[in-house]
């Protein structure tokens, strides 16, 4: 019974470039968080995705960021043209519901990406 | 205001009861979260507490909710080396359908378990 998988583990990127981060939720779940964790900070919420749906974007910077959660396969946080602030560790979580049915979000071991 | 405020670190000896505290600003919370964080690690979900109750307990751990102060306690018995790891504190809010989603994070608590 796999966790929150996420890979890669580590990501290391040159300023401009594209960042991939992808993440498959726990088996049965069908909603998807990703939150962004910066040195000796909490984690900050990003996006919330069902399945073909982004249902709260509000965390997320309005330019170079998009998050999908295809109706196959894995969520993806994608960073275009990144930039040396962009570095942080980003987490992925997934729960069963909501908060209107309290399943608690599960998260997996995180992205940690670098910018050179 | 959604603010969720922690002290950043707590050192404690191998052997006694460990208290991280957690405060928060936003009263329509309907659950508040402890997650355990080790090194170059994911989150790991400790033990939650709905609004409506004020104490939970789980083996070692005790939760402790104060509403009217809007203040959650962990206390960890018997604390062990192995305990040594960051403790954040999260709560999810009531509201519209977008934010219930999310939690609001606290920047953690640093544990140190001297032998």
């Known amino acids: 019974n796999a966790g929150v998988m996420q890979n890669p583990r580590h990501l290391v990127r040159r300023r401009g470039q594209e960042a991939r981060l992808r993440c498959s939720p726990m088996k049965g779940h069908s909603h998807v968080y990703w939150y962004r964790q910066l040195p000796e900070e909490g984690l900050k919420f990003m996006v919330y995705l069902q399945k073909e749906n982004i249902i709260d974007e509000s965390g997320m910077p309005k330019e170079r960021f998009s998050a999908e959660f295809p109706k196959e396969g894995p969520s993806i946080l994608r960073i275009q043209q990144v930039v040396r602030g962009d570095s942080a560790a980003y987490f992925c979580?997934?729960?069963?519901?909501?908060?209107?049915?309290?399943?608690?979000?599960?998260f997996g071991d995180g992205t940690r990406l670098s910018i050179l | 205001g959604e603010d969720v405020e922690q002290s950043l670190f707590l050192s404690v000896r191998e052997g006694d009861s460990s208290v991280i505290n957690c405060t928060y600003t936003d009263s329509s919370s309907t659950y508040l979260y402890w997650y355990k964080q080790e090194p170059g690690a994911g989150l790991q979900l400790l033990t939650y507490?709905?609004?409506?109750?004020d104490m939970k307990q789980d083996q070692r751990l005790t939760v402790l909710l104060n509403k009217k102060d809007k203040h959650l306690s962990l206390r960890i018995a018997d604390t062990q080396t192995g305990d040594s790891a960051i403790y954040f504190c999260a709560e999810r809010l009531k509201g519209s359908r977008g934010s219930q989603g999310n939690l609001i994070f606290g920047k953690g608590t640093k544990l140190s378990v001297k032998p």
């Open positions: 979580a997934s729960s069963l519901g909501t908060a209107t049915s309290n399943q608690p979000q599960h």
């Open positions: 507490i709905f609004s409506n109750m």
